[in-house]
């Protein structure tokens, strides 16, 4: 008896501790989602010298010029808003030094195809696209100097050759600059826009577009399966109905049974061809028998 008393307040005291656990991890995850619910409403300061970025403004840029620094930042970010008044100052600053360089960001969650091209995975982040020669492939670095104005400002002037550009010097076939940063965008939007439509559940967006494809895959390949089942079925049907009928199917290495096939012509053999049996043959062979008899 006093063994289930003292397994009762135990079990009592367990579950008072998992459910304050529990109210007081849900009070904080609900703090921290109004902080950042807060955060996001606030924009992170612009700079007249800064760009803002959307698709066609950014295609636009690859192609006319040579040197694009690209900032990526969301309004949720803490870490964008703080170094915002150094990126604008470097802005400002190189508009001066540096007229040939063109200074942008990209929200990324306006510009899913940015983010998608460039496969963004920490905020802040900071690229340089800078093109050697007109008509080659931009090169794409992502800047490791320090998020200060001076520090950026160097980068630019030529600090830049310490950091190898995206897919190295000698294969730049596939960068963020052209045609795998192309379909990667694409499907970036393809996934945002499939998560608006038929997400009703908090999955993330690529985890969503994930299962939607195994599912797919997994539809085709029964598809597949039942296809194939139902061509031979009507192979060997096929196959039947030519053997009832009297019509044997032809393979590819065989005659057709049912045609006249015409004999090949015999080779007719010359005169004089024939074989003519050696002198001394019989002879030799009478000898033979004697010796035998002997």
Not at 163 to 181: E, F, R
Request: proline share 5%; with cysteine.
């Amino acid at each position: 008896m006093k063994i289930a008393q003292v397994f009762s307040a135990v079990l009592a005291v367990c579950t008072a501790g998992m459910w304050q656990a529990q109210a007081s991890s849900t009070q904080y995850s609900g703090e921290l989602e109004a902080e950042t619910a807060a955060k996001s409403k606030q924009l992170v300061p612009k700079s007249d010298a800064v760009i803002e970025l959307d698709k066609h403004t950014y295609l636009e840029l690859i192609k006319t010029r040579d040197n694009v620094v690209i900032e990526f930042y969301a309004n949720w970010c803490t870490a964008c808003h703080g170094l915002a008044p150094e990126f604008n100052a470097f802005a400002e600053a190189a508009r001066k030094q540096y007229p040939d360089v063109v200074v942008a960001r990209a929200n990324i969650e306006q510009v899913e195809y940015l983010s998608s091209s460039f496969m963004v995975s920490i905020l802040p982040e900071l690229v340089f696209i800078r093109r050697s020669m007109p008509g080659t492939t931009p090169e794409v670095r992502h800047i490791s100097a320090e998020f200060t104005a001076q520090a950026l400002l160097a980068y630019v002037g030529g600090g830049f050759v310490e950091d190898v550009p995206i897919g190295g010097y000698s294969s730049m076939w596939c960068t963020p600059t052209n045609m795998c940063g192309h379909v990667g965008g694409l499907l970036g939007e393809l996934v945002v826009e499939v998560d608006q439509k038929f997400n009703p559940f908090d999955i993330p967006p690529w985890s969503f577009m994930a299962i939607i494809v195994s599912v797919m895959y997994l539809v085709g390949q029964i598809g597949t399966g039942y296809l194939a089942r139902w061509l031979r079925r009507w192979y060997h049907a096929k196959i039947s109905e030519d053997e009832h009928s009297g019509v044997k199917p032809v393979m590819y290495d065989e005659y057709r049974s049912d045609t006249v096939q015409t004999p090949k012509p015999a080779k007719k053999s010359q005169p004089g061809s024939a074989t003519k049996s050696q002198p001394g043959s019989a002879t030799k062979r009478a000898k033979s028998k004697r010796s035998k008899k002997a």
